[in-house]
């Protein structure tokens, strides 16, 4: 079936390292997007990409990076510089802009702070 | 994009139409209304979308007012299943520059 798999499901990282989260999706969608969300909130814009090698910040990019090599493949990068980076991480994909059509989620990677 | 607005929480008996509102008072013209749900821990799901004119699909119906200031969302018969947050989002272009969400309305399917 077509979808969007992120994975690992949990994640653990020390303080001080860096880790990636990995988002594949084999709907054909040009565009990728990550979100956060925290306990009892939406889910905030971390970064975006609507083509490969392209990608734009969302309102909270600080502490994070992405790279898009790969249509199918979206994979955020929580760096050390992320003070608070306790969160359920969230990866979606949509058509190309100028359409309507909505945007597909995954089931999220949470990741916690040992 | 547009802001919305929506109760923070709804109760429904399981088997009666859950009706869940959301006010847009902002939107624009090629503005969209979108209503996503999300089941703890797991996705936002999307349900259904529409401009001005009624929607219905397998899952809901979404009615739209005249002046597009404001949409219901219909779960025609809820079930247990359906209870999770409900979210109300306007954008253009669905949401290519990523999407706006609140802190939508968590439905609560009483048995």
């Known amino acids: 079936d077509g979808g969007i798999t992120q994975s690992p499901k949990y994640l653990f990282r020390k303080e001080g390292q860096n880790v990636t989260l990995s988002c594949e999706q084999n709907l054909n969608h040009d565009a990728m997007y990550w979100y956060r969300q925290d306990p009892g909130q939406g889910l905030r814009l971390i970064y975006y990409s609507q083509i490969v090698n392209d990608f734009q910040k969302g309102d909270i990019a600080e502490g994070y990076s992405v790279s898009r090599e790969k249509k199918e493949s979206f994979p955020l990068t929580v760096t050390s510089a992320q003070k608070n980076p306790t969160a359920f991480y969230l990866c979606?994909?949509?058509?190309?802009?100028?359409?309507?059509?909505?945007?597909?989620f995954g089931d999220g990677t949470r990741l916690s702070i040992l | 994009d547009a802001k919305t607005t929506q109760p923070t929480s709804m109760d429904c008996a399981e088997g009666r139409a859950a009706n869940l509102p959301c006010n847009h008072s902002?939107?624009?013209?090629?503005?969209?209304v979108y209503w996503y749900r999300q089941i703890h821990s797991q996705g936002p799901q999307y349900i259904i979308h529409g401009l001005k004119n009624n929607e219905t699909n397998e899952m809901a119906s979404l009615i739209i007012t005249e002046d597009r200031k404001s949409s219901t969302l219909i779960l025609p018969h809820a079930t247990l299943r359906d209870t999770a947050v409900y979210y109300c989002i306007v954008s253009s272009g669905g949401g290519a520059d990523g999407l706006t969400f609140g802190k939508g309305t968590h439905l609560i399917i009483q048995p």
């Open positions: 979606a994909s949509s058509v190309p802009y100028g359409g309507n059509q909505p945007q597909h």
């Open positions: 902002t939107i624009s013209g090629n503005e969209y």
